[in-house]
């Protein structure tokens, strides 16, 4: 396999951890290992106490797997599959595709969604949102690029990076359109649950269609992306089996401690979504009456989903010009929107976390001092 460079995952390779303040992160706060172990059950906190440092089951911990289908209406714990979030992507998509197959796939988005189709001799079509109409993504687009060689609709709801959440009568197009054809839909639901409102959200793929595919973990909802724990879920059971198979090539198992966190964690979902919502909420608050003051220099359409949105840059300069320049001048840390490659008039904003204000008020300050 020869792959592509990842522009995002370079970038912050290069500056996540040598700035003081990243106002591009695309997850919520992260919480501390103490104040997880707070919200802790009787029973989860025995097995964390008691936890041997051994081997565990390639498909996941049954408890956790149980407790990962109660997020679903038509899926069990037999349906999950434990992996880190990256990997299962990367699984995914090796036991889904072969050398000329059609991918069809939401952009810009997360590089490896289409990237790892690219790299094993797929052709690509890419779904991209209108940025006029509130970053609306038009399902004609699927009907008029589907071919008898489509094998996969990759789509990412809520929307890294613009914040976007597809319309019900739209994703039900979608889905119909690929049940129809027998095209197989990975969905990347690793926002879920951020939806600003819950009357938005979609239904996971994987209760939709029995041979849908969905995406989610800990990463990016719950915060907790230092725990390296997603899953796959799919009631195909032949790919399930693939899937499972071909994992044994990868991590083989999942990290035994980072499996009971995420226990504890899911039954403390009320309690953990609702603090993150409330501080994205304050947040976007903040940042409505950012825009409204710097409009003619910044512009975005609001997010209707997610902890990011993509933000345009009027003017001349470029994207990557305009965030180098603020890391410079201020220690702020902004996404260019070519780590997507998708041009180089936005950068992607992250609102998750409970720095953001004073992260704000820097770019706010540069802002001043530059016009």
């Known amino acids: 396999m020869k792959i592509s460079t990842f522009k995002l995952e370079r970038f912050f390779a290069a500056h996540e951890f040598n700035v003081k303040y990243t106002l591009t992160n695309s997850d919520c706060e992260p919480m501390s290992l ?13 097995a964390w106490e008691s936890l041997k440092l051994g081997y565990t089951e390639y498909q996941g911990a049954p408890e956790l797997r149980r407790e990962i289908a109660r997020l679903y209406s038509d899926c069990t714990a037999d349906d999950v599959l434990i992996a880190a979030p990256e990997e299962c992507i990367f699984i995914a998509m090796q036991c889904l595709l072969e050398k000329g197959d059609h991918v069809i796939c939401t952009f810009p988005g997360y590089q490896s969604l289409y990237e790892l189709a690219r790299s094993m001799g797929c052709e690509v ?18 009907s008029e690029h589907v071919r008898p060689s489509t094998r996969l609709i990759v789509m990412n709801f809520p929307h890294n990076p613009t914040g976007a959440v597809l319309d019900r009568a739209s994703y039900d197009t979608v889905m119909n359109l690929a049940a129809e054809r027998g095209i197989t839909v990975f969905s990347d639901e690793i926002y879920r649950f951020l939806e600003l ?6 239904p996971a793929a994987c209760d939709t269609c029995d041979t849908a595919v969905s995406l989610f973990g800990m990463s990016k909802s719950f915060g907790l992306a230092g725990l390296r724990l997603g899953w796959l879920v799919t009631r195909d059971r032949e790919l399930y089996d693939r899937m499972g198979a071909f994992k044994d090539y990868t991590t083989i198992c999942s990290p035994a401690p980072s499996e009971i966190l995420s226990l504890i964690a899911l039954r403390a979902r009320e309690t953990i979504l609702g603090g993150n919502l409330a501080c994205i909420g304050r947040n976007l608050s903040k940042l409505d009456e950012f825009f409204e003051r710097r409009e003619g220099l910044l512009s975005w359409n609001a997010p209707a989903g997610g902890s990011i949105a993509l933000v345009r840059l009027h003017g001349e300069r ?7 320049d603020v890391l410079e001048r201020t220690g702020v840390l902004i996404l260019p929107s070519t780590a997507f490659d998708y041009g180089e008039k936005h950068f992607r904003i992250g609102f998750g976390r409970d720095d953001m204000p004073e992260a704000l008020a820097m770019l706010d300050e540069y802002l001043d001092s530059s016009l």
Do not use: N
């Not at 103490?34 to 989860?44: G, K």
């Not at 470029?318 to 180098?324: A, G």
């Open 34 to 46: 103490a104040e997880l172990l707070q919200l802790a059950d009787d029973e989860s906190r025995e």
């Open 125 to 142: 079509d890419l779904w991209a949102p209108d940025e006029g109409a509130g970053w609306r993504f038009d399902p004609s687009f699927i």
């Open 197 to 202: 409102d819950p009357g938005l959200r979609l």
């Open 318 to 324: 470029t994207s990557p010009e305009f965030c180098s």
